[in-house]
């Protein structure tokens, strides 16, 4: 954990020494500093892109397929979000020309996944859909990244906040005995920093022999979250 203060403005408003001097009231100082503090985090959810396409002669048969694929993804029981699909005129152009053939369908999902092995469940199930509906359908992945649940991520910053609090109100201890006075938090204004992820682009996946998949584990590397203040100090 590292932390960093700041101090980027100081207003005396009268001469301390002056003002004792003649026995007479004095402004009140105020002092605006920042304050940043971080620390790491291991990731403890694994997210997977799923992206699903079918291409049919009718269009119900490629709703269908992506409403029964749809109940076959609820059955895993995996965390995900998406499920969102789209069915359209399969069309494309040639020799200036656009020429339409059927329809094709798209469906993805985001899969939030607590342990590397669960990918392979998915995945068996997409080979075994490949191969029952062969050409019509096809699938990719994008590259699976260890990331941090935003509970934890939430949990560490309200940590680290509590942590500025403690090293705003020691540095205003530490003013109030270098000015003679009573120095005292007037507010705090955080800005956290959380991990940022990139998105892949998809990677085709190629129908295995078998249903028996073994995909490669991502390393959790861990991540780091910054929350910074603005500090504003009076000293009377």
């Given at each position: 954990m590292r932390m960093i203060i700041c101090?980027?403005?100081?207003?005396?408003?009268l001469s301390?020494?002056?003002?004792?001097?003649?026995?007479?009231?004095?402004?009140?100082?105020?002092?605006?500093?920042?304050i940043e503090d971080q620390s790491e985090i291991v990731p403890?959810?694994?997210?997977?892109?799923?992206?699903i396409n079918v291409v049919t002669q009718k269009e119900t048969d490629a709703i269908n397929i992506l409403g029964g694929m749809d109940k076959h993804i609820k059955k895993l029981n995996?965390?995900?979000k998406g499920g969102r699909y789209s069915v359209v005129k399969n069309c494309w152009w040639t020799n200036n020309q656009e020429k339409c053939s059927g329809y094709k369908g798209s469906i993805n999902y985001s899969f939030f996944l607590k342990d590397g092995k669960e990918q392979n469940s998915i995945l068996e199930l997409?080979?075994?859909?490949?191969?029952?509906?062969?050409?019509?359908?096809?699938?990719?992945?994008?590259?699976?990244?260890?990331?941090?649940?935003e509970k934890n991520i939430k949990?560490?910053?309200?940590?680290?906040?509590?942590?500025?609090?403690?090293?705003?109100?020691?540095?205003?201890?530490?003013v109030s005995e270098k000015l003679d006075k009573r120095c005292d938090i007037s507010s705090i204004n955080y800005e956290t920093?959380?991990?940022?992820?990139?998105?892949?682009?998809?990677?085709?996946?190629?129908?295995?022999?078998k249903s028996i998949v073994h995909a490669p584990e991502p390393t959790k590397d861990k991540n780091i979250v910054k929350v910074k203040a603005s500090v504003t100090i009076i000293c009377k």
């Open positions: 101090i980027s403005l100081l207003i005396i408003a301390i020494n002056s003002a004792k001097a003649e026995n007479v009231d004095i402004n009140p100082t105020q002092l605006f500093i920042t403890d959810t694994l997210k997977m892109t799923l992206n995996q965390e995900y997409m080979d075994q859909l490949k191969q029952k509906y062969d050409s019509k359908l096809s699938y990719s992945v994008s590259e699976p990244i260890w990331i941090t649940s949990d560490l910053s309200d940590s680290l906040k509590l942590s500025i609090i403690d090293s705003a109100k020691h540095f205003a201890q530490k920093r959380q991990p940022y992820f990139w998105d892949f682009e998809p990677i085709m996946m190629k129908t295995a022999e």
